[in-house]
């Protein structure tokens, strides 16, 4: 496979050592394939670019050095290649093809990456998209390496980009919701932009009706509410989001295009999600939606629903969707048809022409690329069949040279040649799978699965890979799978953690040895199996997250475990566990995380790949032995020169380590110096680096897999021989002869097996014969339900080792568990009979049920469990409860406790309003009237405007209107913002007033219920005394007049019953009885009372109230008969009736009393509510007049609002309308610009085109007198040979490719202008033979004509070049001509709305809405009944009201219309007022600046300035003047410097003599001082101190007086200047003014 580089690697290695190269790559197409010829397609994969040629299917590789490959595009007129980097500032590369030479690179300033790149198809153009933070369309000049234009549109994804194919300038862009069209327009050598959104119908296919939202045309006139704004203006929008803005009813969701193709008229087809397909004319880009025509035959099935991709044919396009069919949609018109036209096994996701059209590839979702060739019997080929996902793992088939295998995450193994990379066969597994590994010793391969189990592949013979066997290890998924360098083990890790020990030959069926336990999360497992060993060492790794380490756990494995039998059992325990001390199982840990360690050769030390930090460091190994952990230190430490963490593996000889990272980087090092010989970057950071490597035996062949790249690489050594190739050769040798008769065993084994059946078993017989036999034995225990499993379910090998154990545990101990049983049956007989026994005793000697429980621990432990049940539901429901107490009491803080005042209501009895309320309202009519009438004349005393001009009637409650504003004079914004807060000052004082009514109202209703039910009491004793049956009427307030009792729970309320605790039963109990026995002493003590009841009924005087129950006694006589009475009887009967009789007296009268006392109270009760009533329906229409007031305030405040909403509307509509003008005027001067700049352009483009134009003329005319020596006969022959010009051949394409291009010539570019001048050249060259000169003539004569004619022959082909672009450059003024026409016109159309804008706003602040009170009717008619009879009705015509009321309307028409003409006189009259104070402000605020102008002072400088012709010749002659000036000072200034720095060296030089000098001095001032205080002594002895003092006085006098005399004369200097100013202002004062006449 060929293959090339963008540059060589960076490190450099020695002449002469070995290096790797790429031999081949194997990826699949991630991105759309491309062709770059007629059979060559090429796509991207990893840091590759692969080319696949369709006949011969060879490969050639491209690599591009700076990292994983981005996008891909081809162009093939010039047959190259273009395709960007993914690093930092990313590049474009563009290569020849199939040279595989750089051509050139692109950079850009593009931060991160590039998302699309496409090739014009004429001319040397290419375009480019970047993703974000740009997202910058560019334009690029590839040949010259020149970026022609750029626009960037932040946050516009694009999904797919392509030229016109008829048409470079043409470029269209689509994403998910929008289509654009970019125009590139050209001036000389400037080029521009110009983009075009296309409009998009809606989802159903309708198109929708867009209108100017700039300046809406559809705005209907409010005569009374002002002027509508548009939805911009209502939105408060001002900048250019009102140019857009749509409403979110008004937003309707649109088509969402998917795909799109260019057809040979210009025009676009553009296929939807919703499954449409739109025709975009390219010039106009209006958009066609196609019918779609239904045929009866087609399969109802299959439906098209979104196109993904479109490929243009001549009778319409190619499109295929999800469904793995590609469909031809034949169009006619405005209508296509739909044939099915291919049938693919996958999604198809790119279709795609080749140049000649011969050939449609078709690339599916899976990356597999198909061919179909139109024309041939066999049309279909599947030229890359990809595989199922990305490779998980790889390695060689022994002995690694030959056949290689691989596998993908959903079970795909293929088998590949190691060659060149050519599929053989492949198998599905079925199943996730995550690992594979080949045995060294057989041709055989494990695969590690998701599930658990490993599945074995005889690969033997590779036209037929099937599954061997298959092993069920855990239900933990595989990590891992080694194989140790002899094949005599399989290592099995599983993410639980354990690593089971399988035999790796496959005629002991893989039988597993066992299994031991390490840590979780296993990094990586090696192991160390050499040729003259009895032992397998094994290393694994795993991290310590919660230290911060990493643990090293070292075993051995003696190679007699999977010969004899005898000792594996030995080795293990029942449940299949190694014995550590068996295989000498040894822990280690680092202090510093590692992410792959493995073992040398001779197991002296681990080399480990630090985690953190860029080191590869060798730990030794203690030779002693040891228990318990050893903490490693790092005896060799050598920097890895590689990025993130990486991975090490050993070769087969052990003496190369090789070293990957997530950097991409290979390295291959020497195990023992760990420096690097060998170095390869065959992946790159931006697919996550390599995931993993393999070295076949004799280390000749490296295969290297990407981790997120999908790319498989595959190395070869350059320069390998020596010492180095032959260590390895030798070691693989030996390798291999101490392997070949076991690998000749296995294989035969292999070869029969594969003809036999399959053995997918997971255990050997003996051990299901064990099972059954214990499955079918009677053991009823709780381990005999754990043994008994359904046989249908597939149990792990763990499992089942651990159920064997339980079955030979249970086995082993059946006949003591049965006599242990027989005790516990006869126990619990026993236990029974006792508690039969305890039924039948005393309840006092009865024992509980809990104390028969023998087992007391389980009692105990069940009466735990139930009581923390209990106590998990009590605090779930307290947590409940106080969940609902919590939202109770934030509904009521929210709802009841924030409001100032709480809602309550009153309400009447209802018996008293519906017997009086009608009366009440005939009777108080008048007398209402007469006080509306009063009330008015008071309203109109207080306010300052009568109440039909304030709009309300607020003054009824006493509320001051003087503040408020009349409703005419509102006009400016801030008086409307007063207006408002004033009239909701207004409306909380009208609520104010009636809420505090309504307080006394309710205070006086709780008040007369207090009193009521005073006197409910006495009417109560009265009915019980007169014993009537009359219910007495008992008031309540109701929950609406006692809000507050609703957030109360009454007990009433509770229906579920209240749960006490053990204590407080308990004490309630104890507080009754307590309560019950001091009642009972009391009554036992108090006989005294206890004998008043029983005699006189409780009481020492009879009441009055007894009388109507008191009862005189007959006497006993009375039962015998009148004849046997006697006297003294007779006359005891006769007091009796007496008494009788005035008891009854005392009874009627005290009943009477009674029965008038009732009537007292319950009249008193009816005259209370009544009058309670009548107060309180006063106070409802006070309450409705409080609402009446408190709307018609609330409608002042809307209608204010919404004038200062409309006046807010206003400003924003013409705060936009200015901001658009500026926008429009600032385009209008990058037009104005533009033209300016494109004349200029055109004007010396059109000299030099006149220039070269004369030339030519010029050459055509001086032909003669350049060849006036010869005869003048020779002369015409060669004037007419000057004037031939050769004929040019145009190679006429084949009619078959003319027939099936759909695009077929295209038009011409800078290449085929080149190739035409080329050919023209060559013709002139056979021109130019000496055989056609003419007989006779001199051969420096033809020499001569030839280099004029050929002279000519350019100067016409450059006329011909600058004529092109002199026409190009006129429509390229001629747009900008018509660009600049229509800004002026936008502008003046925003002129215009601006005007209109304006007068609808002054006519705003001119009408106002007022609100006034209007009279209602005073007529009501009560009880109206309709009148049937008419005796003294007359018939009148109809026409005749029909005219009465026409002249009726006329003239009130006539009367409104002349109100309006007054009004308009009136506001004319106002406006011209206003007028007139305005042109007066304006006169006065002339007057002022002709004042102030006259008072200006006029300068010199200013009379130069109008008065100097040549002003600013002589400022120029001033700045040079002064220019000269500056020069001399900065030289003087210069000069002064040097002197100022040499006068410094003299001062110091000077200053260090001072200061040896001050030295001196001071200590000769110490010697003086010295001297001084000796005086001094002497002087105060000799008593001079009185003349020092005079002198010092006389001294300080003097100084005194000259300061004294220094501030006079300062002042007096003070003075003078002042006066010195006095008088230059009184000079300059009479200077004369310069007035303008």
């Known amino acids: 496979m060929a293959h090339g580089r963008e540059r060589e ?206 300046f809406p045309q559809s705005l209907s006139k409010d005569p009374i509410y002002g002027p509508v704004m548009p939805l911009s203006a209502i939105a408060g929008l001002v900048t250019e989001e009102a140019e857009t803005f749509r409403p979110k009813d008004d937003v309707y969701p649109l088509l969402h295009p998917t795909v799109h193709c260019w057809t040979p008229t210009s025009d676009l087809y553009v296929g939807c999600e919703e499954g449409h397909l739109l025709m975009i004319n390219g010039d106009t880009l209006k958009t066609t939606m196609l019918n779609k025509i239904e045929e009866e035959s087609q399969l109802e099935r299959r439906n098209l629903i979104s196109p993904i991709t479109l490929a243009y044919q001549k009778e319409g396009v190619f499109a295929s969707g999800i469904d793995g069919f590609v469909y031809s949609f034949i169009i006619k018109d405005l209508s296509y048809k739909i044939e099915d036209f291919l049938e693919i096994e996958r999604p198809v996701e790119h279709l795609m022409f080749s140049p000649n059209y011969r050939m449609l590839l078709i690339q599916t979702d899976k990356g597999s690329v198909y061919i179909y060739t139109f024309g041939e019997e066999t049309a279909l080929q599947k030229v890359l069949d990809a595989c199922d996902g990305k490779f998980l793992a790889i390695d060689f088939v022994s002995p690694g040279t030959q056949h290689f295998m691989t596998l993908t995450h959903s079970g ?237 593996y050993l070769s087969s000889h052990g003496l190369w380590l090789a070293t990957i990272a997530k950097c991409g980087i290979l390295c291959i090092r020497d195990i023992y110096t760990l420096e690097t010989f060998a170095r390869c970057r065959s992946h790159s950071h931006q697919g996550r680096g390599i995931q993993s490597i393999r070295i076949s035996a004799n280390g000749e062949s490296i295969l290297v897999n990407g981790r997120d ?314 009915i019980l005394d007169l014993e009537l049956e009359e219910k007495v009427w008992r008031p309540e307030f109701e929950d609406c007049e006692v809000p507050e009792r609703t957030l109360v729970v009454e007990n009433e309320e509770i229906t579920v019953r209240k749960h006490v605790n053990p204590w407080q039963k308990a004490k309630a109990e104890l507080i009754t009885a307590r309560e019950m026995q001091r009642r009972l002493q009391s009554q036992s003590m108090d006989t005294r009372h206890r004998a008043l009841n029983d005699m006189m009924g409780g009481v020492l005087e009879m009441k009055k109230e007894d009388i109507l129950r008191m009862v005189i006694p007959q006497p006993p006589f009375m039962a015998k008969p009148d004849a046997m009475w006697t006297e003294e009887e007779r006359k005891q009967f006769k007091e009796y009736e007496k008494k009788v009789k005035e008891l009854n007296e005392e009874r009627d009268k005290y009943r009477k009393s009674l029965e008038a006392e009732l009537k007292k109270l319950q009249n008193s009760i009816q005259e209370t509510t009544q009058n309670f009533d009548d107060n309180l329906k006063k106070l409802f229409e006070r309450r409705v007049k409080a609402e009446m007031v408190v709307n018609q305030e609330e409608l002042k405040i809307n209608n204010l609002v919404f004038s200062l909403l409309l006046d807010e509307e206003l400003s924003s509509r013409e705060l936009f309308l200015n901001n658009y003008l500026a926008k429009q005027h600032h385009e209008k001067n990058n037009s104005s610009e533009a033209i300016r700049k494109s004349r200029e352009d055109l004007d010396v483009y059109k000299e030099q085109y006149d220039n070269l134009l004369a030339e030519d003329k010029v050459l055509d005319r001086s032909f003669k007198k350049e060849f006036s020596e010869i005869p003048s006969h020779q002369v015409e022959i060669l004037y007419k ?76 082909q450059k006329v011909k070049q600058k004529a092109a672009g002199l026409v190009e450059m006129v429509a390229f003024l001629r747009k900008r001509v018509e660009e600049d026409e229509k800004v002026q016109q936008e502008i003046e159309k925003v002129f215009h709305e601006l005007i209109l804008l304006q007068e609808d706003k002054v006519k705003f602040q001119l009408n106002l809405t007022i609100q006034l009170l209007l009279k209602q009717g005073q007529i009501e008619l009560e009880n109206f009944q309709l009148t049937l009879d008419y005796p003294d009705a007359i018939l009148i ?136 205080s000796e005086r001094k002594d002497i002087c105060n002895a000799m008593g001079s101190k009185l003349t020092c003092e005079k002198i010092v006085k006389e001294r300080y006098e003097n100084m005194m007086q000259q300061q004294k005399l220094t501030n006079i004369s300062k002042q007096q200097a003070e003075e003078i200047s002042i006066l010195q100013a006095e008088v230059e202002r009184l000079r300059m004062k009479t200077f004369p003014a310069l007035v303008k006449m």
């Not at 290393?539 to 090293?552: C, H, K, Q, W």
């Not at 420096?1340 to 100067?1355: A, D, G, P």
């Not at 600013?1512 to 220019?1523: A, D, V």
């Open 1437 to 1572: 015509n109809k026409n005749i009201i029909e005219d009465l009321n026409s002249v009726i309307r006329t003239q009130g028409q006539k009367k409104v219309a002349s109100m309006m003409e007054t009004k308009d006189v009136h506001k004319g009259i106002f406006q011209i007022e206003w007028e007139h104070k305005k042109m007066e402000m304006e006169m006065e605020d002339l007057n002022q600046k002709a004042w102030d102008i006259q008072m200006l002072f006029f300068s010199r400088d200013r009379q130069k300035f109008l008065t100097e012709p040549n002003y600013e010749s002589l400022i120029s002659l001033q700045i040079g003047i002064m220019e000269q000036t500056i020069a001399v000072i900065d030289k003087t200034h210069k000069k002064n410097v040097e002197n100022c720095k040499k006068l410094l060296k003299k001062l110091g030089k000077c200053s260090n003599q001072k200061d040896v000098a001050n030295y001196g001095l001071s200590c000769n001032l110490r010697e003086e001082l010295v001297a001084v």
């Open 9 to 214: 690697d960076t490190s450099v290695h020695p002449a002469g050592s070995p290096n790797l190269s790429v031999r081949w790559v194997q990826g699949f197409p991630k991105q759309h394939v491309n062709f770059v010829n007629d059979n060559t397609f090429c796509y991207p994969s990893g840091n590759y670019v692969i080319f696949i040629d369709i006949e011969t299917k060879k490969k050639t590789v491209l690599q591009c050095i700076n990292g994983i490959v981005g996008v891909v595009a081809t162009n093939i007129p010039y047959e190259v290649v273009a395709f960007s980097d993914r690093k930092l500032r990313p590049l474009i590369h563009i290569y020849n093809f199939p040279a595989l030479t750089r051509r050139t690179k692109l950079k850009g300033n593009v931060l991160l990456d590039y998302t699309l790149l496409t090739f014009s198809y004429c001319g040397t153009y290419l375009a480019s998209y970047s993703s974000l933070p740009e997202f910058e369309l560019t334009l690029w000049n590839w040949e010259s390496n020149v970026i022609l234009c750029k626009k960037s549109q932040p946050g516009v994804d694009v999904s797919q980009m392509s030229f016109n194919p008829m048409n470079w300038r043409q470029l269209c862009l689509s994403s998910s919701s929008t289509v654009t069209v970019w125009t590139i327009e050209r001036c000389n050598q400037e080029h521009y932009f110009k983009p075009k959104t296309v409009k998009l119908p809606l989802e159903d296919g309708s198109f929708l009706d867009e209108t100017d939202v700039v």
């Open 709 to 1022: 790249d999908g790319t498989l690489i595959y190395l070869k050594w350059r320069r390998f021989g020596g010492n180095l190739a032959a260590e390895i050769f030798d070691y693989s040798q030996r390798l291999l002869s101490s392997m070949i008769r076991t690998m000749n065993e296995e294989n035969d084994y292999l070869s029969t097996a594969s003809e036999g059946p399959l053995d997918l078993g997971l255990e050997p017989e003996p051990e299901h014969t064990v099972h059954q036999r214990m499955r079918s034995s009677s053991i009823d225990s709780s381990q005999e339900e754990l043994v008994s499993t359904d046989v249908a379910k597939e149990i792990p090998w763990i499992q089942q080792k651990s159920q064997e154990a339980i079955r030979k545990e249970v086995y082993r101990f059946s006949r003591k568990r049965k006599e242990i049983k027989r005790g516990i049956r006869a126990l619990a007989k026993t236990v029974m009979k006792m508690m039969e026994e305890n039924e039948t005793v005393d309840n006092i000697a009865k024992l509980d049920q809990r104390e028969f429980g023998l087992d007391l621990e389980e009692l105990e432990r069940l009466n735990d469990e139930s009581e923390e049940e209990v106590a998990k539901l009590r605090r779930d429901a307290e947590m409940h409860n106080l969940a609902k107490s919590y939202l109770t009491e934030l509904i009521k803080n929210e709802c009841w406790d924030s409001m100032v005042v709480k809602g309550r209501a009153l309400k009447l009895r209802k018996e008293i309003v519906e017997v009086h309320s009608a009366i009440n309202l005939v009777k108080n009519h008048a007398e209402e009237e007469d006080e509306e009438e009063d009330d008015e004349d008071k309203r109109a005393k207080n306010a300052n405007l009568p109440n039909y001009l304030l709009g309300s009637l607020s003054t009824d409650f006493g509320v001051d209107t003087s503040l408020l504003t009349s409703q005419l004079e509102l006009h400016s914004k801030e008086e409307k913002i007063n207006q408002i807060i004033l009239l909701k000052d207004m409306i909380y004082k009208v609520k104010t007033a009636f809420n505090s009514e309504f307080d006394a109202a309710y205070k006086h209703k709780v008040f007369e219920i207090a009193r009521v039910k005073e006197r409910n009491v006495r009417i109560q004793e009265i």
């Open 412 to 648: 795909e193994v293929c088998l590949w040649w190691i060659e060149d990379c050519t599929f053989v066969n492949k198998i599905y597994l079925n199943t996730p799978a995550t690992v594979l590994a080949c045995c060294p010793s057989s041709l055989c391969a494990a695969v590690g699965t998701v599930g658990g189990s490993v599945q074995y592949i005889n690969v033997q013979d590779p036209e037929s890979l099937h599954v061997l066997h298959k092993a069920f290890l855990s239900e933990s998924p595989v990590q891992h799978l080694v194989y140790d360098q002899r094949g005599i083990f399989l290592l099995v890790v599983t993410s639980e953690g354990k690593v089971f020990i399988i035999n790796a030959n496959p005629s002991s069926s893989f039988e597993i040895i066992g299994f031991t336990e390490v840590g979780k999360e296993i990094l990586q497992i090696s192991t160390v199996s050499l040729l003259e060993s009895d032992v397998v060492e094994v290393l694994v790794l795993s991290p310590l997250p919660e230290t911060g380490r990493s643990r090293l756990e070292m075993f051995t494995l003696p190679i007699i475990l999977p010969q004899d039998p005898m000792v594996s059992e030995t080795f293990t325990d029942e449940r299949g566990r190694l014995r550590d001390e068996l295989i000498h199982k040894y822990l280690y840990e680092v202090e510093h995380t590692l992410s792959s360690a493995v073992l040398d050769f001779q197991s002296h030390r681990i080399c480990g790949f630090c985690n953190h930090v860029p080191y590869i460091c060798s730990y030794p190994i203690p030779r002693e032995e040891h228990t318990g952990v050893v903490i490693l230190k790092p005896h060799q430490k050598v920097q890895s020169r590689q990025y993130g963490s990486g991975m090490l």
């Open 1281 to 1356: 040979l000057f004037k031939r010009r050769p004929r040019i051949h145009k190679l006429k394409a084949h009619t078959e490719t003319t027939s099936i291009v759909p695009f077929g010539e295209r038009p011409g570019s800078a290449k085929l202008n080149k190739d035409n001048f080329a050919q023209l050249m060559k013709a002139m060259d056979e021109l130019d033979n000496i055989n056609n000169m003419p007989e006779g003539l001199d051969p420096l004569v033809w020499e001569h004509f030839c280099t004029t004619r050929r002279i000519k022959v350019e100067n016409e």
